[in-house]
T-cell receptor, first 116, second 110 residues
Framework: DAGVIQSPRHEVTEMGQEVTLRCKPI?????LFWYRQTMMRGLELLIY????????DSGMPEDRFSAKMPNASFSTLKIQPSEPRDSAVYFC??????????????FGPGTRLTVT | GIQVEQSPPDLILQEGANSTLRCNFS?????LQWFHQNPWGQLINLFY???GTKQNGRLSATTVATERYSLLYISSSQTTDSGVYFC????????????FGRGTSLIVHP
């Protein structure tokens, strides 16, 4: 399996622009998670989906952030408008109830976002 | 919420040395994972270990859930072991919201 795929790997944008991050989970996995990592706050869970349905979005920092999962093989995290404090590495992870435990998460390579 | 403390925060080793990393948590947990974040930022799943002991090559992990800690052992360390090691725990209750520790930063010198 190719693992979790994220794109782009790096994104540099100007404040106020819309940013869309993409994730393809491991085939067959039914859970998908979006995280943000910064030096100050470490790894934070933003939102997670089960069977394409958002289950908990309490970690989404504010209304400028939105996430969708239109099908089992694709999810997006959108920031509109972006701000410099959104600069971070954004990770997507997936897991499966069919392979033991939904807690055993596999991470993608991350998207390094810089907002200037 | 649950508190996860990792120690030591930083560790510097000479290649070939052994080390033990610790993860303490403040409440009962259903699940625990260890991850290695390599210098390129990739988070690699090392162990899923809610209890007991597991081994994978030079790495092994033990979780004693009743005493609220987990240990990660690295034997005969190599420069490729450098990076940050995180533990993440999940509390009972059916949610899948993990809490990550702040990590142990490991540097292995040749």
């Amino acid at each position: 399996d190719a693992g979790v795929i994220q794109s782009p790997r790096h994104e540099v944008t100007e404040m106020g622009q819309e940013v869309t991050l993409r994730c393809k989970p491991i085939s067959g996995h039914d859970y998908l998670f979006w995280y943000r990592q910064t030096m100050m706050r470490g790894l934070e869970l933003l939102i997670y989906f089960n069977n394409n349905v958002p289950i908990d979005d309490s970690g989404m920092p504010e209304d400028r952030f939105s996430a969708k999962m239109p099908n089992a093989s694709f999810s997006t995290l959108k920031i509109q408008p972006s701000e410099p404090r959104d600069s971070a590495v954004y990770f997507c992870a997936s897991s499966s109830t069919g392979q033991g435990s939904p807690y055993e998460q596999y991470f993608g390579p991350g998207t390094r976002l810089t907002v200037t | 919420g649950i508190q996860v403390e990792q120690s030591p925060p930083d560790l510097i080793l000479q290649e070939g040395a052994n080390s033990t990393l610790r993860c303490n948590f403040s409440d009962s947990v259903n699940n625990l994972q260890w991850f290695h974040q390599n210098p390129w930022g990739q988070l690699i799943n090392l162990f899923y270990i809610p209890s007991g002991t597991k081994q994978n090559g030079r790495l092994s992990a033990t979780t004693v859930a009743t005493e609220r800690y987990s240990l990660l052992y690295i034997s005969s360390s190599q420069t490729t072991d450098s990076g940050v090691y995180f533990c993440a725990v999940e509390q009972p209750g059916g949610s899948y919201i993990p809490t990550f520790g702040r990590g142990t930063s490991l540097i292995v010198h040749p």
